[in-house]
């Protein structure tokens, strides 16, 4: 594990690579009591030449600041932290499986350790970044997931801490996910405000693919980054890739508000041709369908099918651009 203390007197400490241990905290200390803890989720992969590959670094670094800054918890030079998960990548290169589809996940982290039960800024705190190998999300190929739509309790609100990567976000979210499984239903689609907006899927973004209405153009939508989203390093690949690739196909691709009502309304008159969560975890998840007031809406797969065209292809550009076979600048050589 790679760690680093900060004090603030002292600033930053030398940088530590040491052996995998357990952290021993007075259980005063502030982030068991008042949730100052923040990370990030990238991986590190391995190329045809052997050559460690991080993926767009630069914004996991920018997020991961941005979030420790909302907690009252010290930034990190960015370029420095870059720099840092290089030589702890190359380091522990031997955990990095070769094959297409693994990598060495990164879980950069950081906690305020101060001693005390007073609510204020941590005069302390710890990064420290651990790893582990994994493998393909989805071993045997995409399986599609279905979701229920979730209204009754809400993940990310205007002027809250949704768009962050704090840990305070992510246990209120088991509950409504472990009652979306009891009725056979993967993941939670979080839905925002009367107006039933479509938010994210579980802990990825979520897009869709559907006709307009009065056009007939073929639209890939996702919600906007107004706060209630967290800023997906995927999302913004996958659009990215979208105005490069397939808006010169005639494809429209939209950041907006949506509703429910409007994916209902395009799936029943047969617009809705696709819908995936995108994130690090499995670059695409394609959904078969939502559950919403009691009906079952479908997405646009065919009961044989568990991807539609454009989650195959993003996961494939992404994924080329991961492990260097497109070579790119999105693409970090350690
Ligand atoms: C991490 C995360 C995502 C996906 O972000 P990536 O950078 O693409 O991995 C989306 N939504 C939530 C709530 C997340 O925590």
Redo the contacts with the bound molecule.
């Keep these: 594990m790679l760690t680093i203390e900060w004090n603030k007197t002292t600033g930053w400490q030398k940088p530590h690579i040491v052996p995998y241990q357990n952290l021993s905290l007075d259980p005063a200390t502030c982030v068991f009591h008042y949730a100052f803890e923040c990370f990030e989720?990238?991986k590190a992969y391995k190329d045809k030449a052997g050559k460690i590959r991080l993926f767009r670094p630069d914004?996991?670094m920018e997020?991961f600041n941005k979030s420790a800054a909302r907690i009252a918890l010290p930034n990190f030079n960015s370029a420095a932290l870059i720099d840092l998960l290089a030589e702890y990548t190359k380091l522990e290169s031997r955990f990095i499986p070769e094959e297409r589809g693994y990598s060495l996940y990164l879980r950069p982290t950081m906690i305020g350790t101060q001693k005390t039960l007073g609510v204020g800024p941590p005069g302390s705190a710890l990064l420290f970044v651990i790893a582990s190998p994994v493998g393909p999300y989805y071993p045997t190929g995409f399986k599609a997931i279905s979701l229920e739509a979730t209204d009754y309790a809400v993940?990310a609100w205007p002027g809250g801490v949704?768009d962050k990567?704090l840990g305070a976000?992510?246990a209120p979210c088991i509950v409504p996910q472990r009652e979306a499984m009891s009725r056979g239903f993967q993941q939670n689609l979080w839905l925002f405000g009367d107006e039933q907006f479509v938010t994210?899927v579980?802990?990825?973004?979520f897009f869709v693919a559907l006709r307009n209405k009065q056009t007939g153009q073929k639209e890939l939508i996702t919600a906007p980054l107004d706060g209630t989203?967290?800023?997906?390093?995927?999302?913004?690949?996958v659009l990215a890739l979208a105005r490069e690739r397939l808006a010169p196909e005639g494809w429209n691709i939209v950041e907006r508000k949506y509703t429910m009502g409007e994916l209902d309304e395009a799936a029943s008159e047969g617009r809705l041709l696709e819908a995936f969560g995108?994130?690090?975890?499995a670059i695409v998840s394609p959904v078969r369908a939502i559950s919403w007031k009691g009906k079952l809406v479908h997405c646009g797969l065919k009961d044989h099918e568990e991807s539609g065209e454009i989650a195959t292809k993003m996961k494939n550009w992404i994924e080329a651009r991961q492990y260097g076979d497109d070579p790119h600048e999105w693409s970090y050589v350690c």
């Excluded at 579980?202 to 973004?205: E, V």
């Excluded at 995108?278 to 975890?281: L, S």
């Design positions: 989720g990238m914004k996991n997020r993940r949704g990567k976000n992510y994210e579980g802990t990825m973004n989203i967290l800023e997906g390093v995927t999302r913004d690949s995108a994130g690090t975890a």
